[in-house]
């Protein structure tokens, strides 16, 4: 399955309502989500996850073991 858009409505950091394109270049089968800390994307993660599976997913954990899979 490919994302071609999402719309969300006042879920969490997005306000009001917003949408969001994804890229549609049918020679590429991944799509990379970047920011800054704080950025919403682990806020778009829960409603790509809301939309597909019915359920929220409020107790994901966040483990910064960056460092330790560099070494």
Same mark, same amino acid.
């Given at each position: 399955?490919?994302? @071609?858009?999402?719309?969300?409505?006042?879920?969490?950091?997005?306000?009001? %309502?917003? %949408?969001? *394109?994804? @890229? %549609? *270049?049918?020679?590429?089968? &991944?799509?990379?989500?970047?920011?800054?800390?704080?950025?919403?994307?682990? +806020?778009?993660?829960?409603?790509?996850?809301?939309?597909?599976?019915?359920? +929220?997913?409020?107790? &994901?954990? &966040?483990?910064?073991?960056?460092?330790?899979?560099? +070494?």
């Amino acid at each position: 399955m490919k994302l @071609a858009q999402l719309k969300l409505e006042n879920f969490r950091q997005y306000h009001g %309502r917003q %949408r969001l *394109d994804f @890229a %549609r *270049d049918n020679q590429k089968n &991944v799509t990379v989500i970047h920011g800054i800390n704080g950025a919403g994307k682990t +806020s778009l993660f829960l409603a790509i996850n809301w939309c597909l599976y019915g359920k +929220s997913v409020d107790n &994901v954990k &966040v483990i910064d073991n960056v460092g330790e899979l560099m +070494s």
